[in-house]
């Protein structure tokens, strides 16, 4: 499994710029490239002086007071200061939700799904990735997030925001890209999640502590969120380390499944 900095070190390495290497992981990019063998293209390193930090450059305690982080798209911080305002600690990181973002532009006219809006941070990250033709729909039992949520999306004609339980979601199956964040369906009751998935479609699960060796692969064969998704007939699961804290899983539902014995 590829690590944040062992993309951002081959992204230099092919002269890309990712758009959440910050300077943390420039250096640690450098070194690994060196322990690779191999060195980045002359000025790959060279950010400038007004580059910007990445979060995860924030939390090492590598940014100064007052210096520049990237910036988040509008939605995201509305949403953000709806989760301070209403105390709500568990949200979205911005390394899910960039992934997130991505995950729903790639799918334009899609249907994409949260279960367990919270505050909204991974489904405005999802909105600020959505063609105008696609549409989204989040679900939160908690009525005060759920209305506060509603109303901070009231002008955005692609979102539904349904307040109640998550299973209400299933009136606007099938989902392209399904962000599942919502205790019952990921923890209880996974195996109501994948008919509710388009043939070509993913689910999302973030907030996984990363797997980095072979031992703590091992051991996360006992994880059961892990085992449901990594033993389920015909879809392709995977999983990226979006930060040194954080690992999301994703699962595509296979369009022609894998013929049974
Ligand atoms: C981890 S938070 C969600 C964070 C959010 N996805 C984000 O992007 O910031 C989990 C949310 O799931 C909601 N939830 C828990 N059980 C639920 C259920 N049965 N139906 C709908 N929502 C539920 C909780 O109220 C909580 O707001």
Redesign the pocket.
Known sequence: MLTHVDIVALALENRMRPAFAGRGYFSAARHRLSSLGTSAIPGAFDLGPNAPHCTADRDAGLVPEGAATVDLPPPVQE?KAL?SRLS?A???SDEA?ALLRVLAAARPGGRIG????????????LLSGCAPETRLFS????PE?ADAVREMFAAEPRMTVLR????LIAADAPFDVL?V?????KHQFPDRIPPLVAPGGLVVL??LTPLVDDDERRAAAHDPVRAFWYGLSGWAVTEVIVSPREAVLLAARLVTPPATA
């Not at 109640?164 to 299973?167: Q, Y």
Request: with cysteine; charged share 25%; proline share 6%.
């Open positions: 949403a989760a709500l568990s949200k979205c939700g949260v279960v367990g809006a919270g505050c909204g941070t991974g489904t405005a990250w679900v939160e039992r908690h997030r109640g339980d998550w299973e962000f964040d919502a205790v019952p369906p973030d907030d």
